[in-house]
């Protein structure tokens, strides 16, 4: 029996768990992408990939909607076909720390909701060769982060 693409995709990036489904407010969330900034590469726990700093502002498409920020992460654009060969989404892109901008400081993400549009701080670490990734939460896509052609090495 051949499984479909979605069921491979959400096999590849949940493991056996089913994906929620998000709101609605989120499947048409928007994304404003603030800064960019690439991190020390002596910072990165190997060769093989590198860190960012996004800075970005999530906006729902509810005002009042309700999400929770660890649940945001990236998928790049090839994932279908990197679910094919078995490649496990954290050895590709991967949330390392979020912050959250209260009072005109970021602060760590205490485990509560976020409520309609919010600035965040998301520290990623990403494998070579990866230079788009689109925002995910559950499973929806929206928006997008163009990374620097610099930090581009084959995979």
Request: with cysteine; net charge neutral; glycine share 6%.
């Amino acid at each position: 029996m051949k499984t479909s693409f979605l069921s491979t995709l959400r096999h590849w990036l949940t493991g056996s768990r089913p994906v929620p489904h998000a709101p609605a407010a989120l499947r048409e969330a928007g994304v404003q992408v603030l800064s960019l900034q690439c991190e020390d590469a002596d910072s990165a726990s190997d060769g093989l990939a590198s860190r960012f700093l996004v800075d970005a502002v999530i906006e729902p498409a509810a005002p009042d909607a309700a999400w929770q920020l660890d649940e945001l992460t990236f998928l790049p654009p090839q994932a279908a076909e990197l679910a094919e060969r078995g490649e496990p989404a954290p050895d590709l892109c991967q949330v390392l720390a979020a912050q959250i901008m209260e009072n005109g400081h970021f602060q760590p993400v205490v485990e509560r909701s976020c409520i309609g549009s919010c600035r965040v701080r998301l520290r990623v670490h990403v494998r070579h060769g990866l230079r788009l990734l689109r925002f995910r939460y559950r499973d929806a896509l929206f928006g997008q982060v163009l990374l620097p052609a610099k930090q581009l090495q084959a995979f």
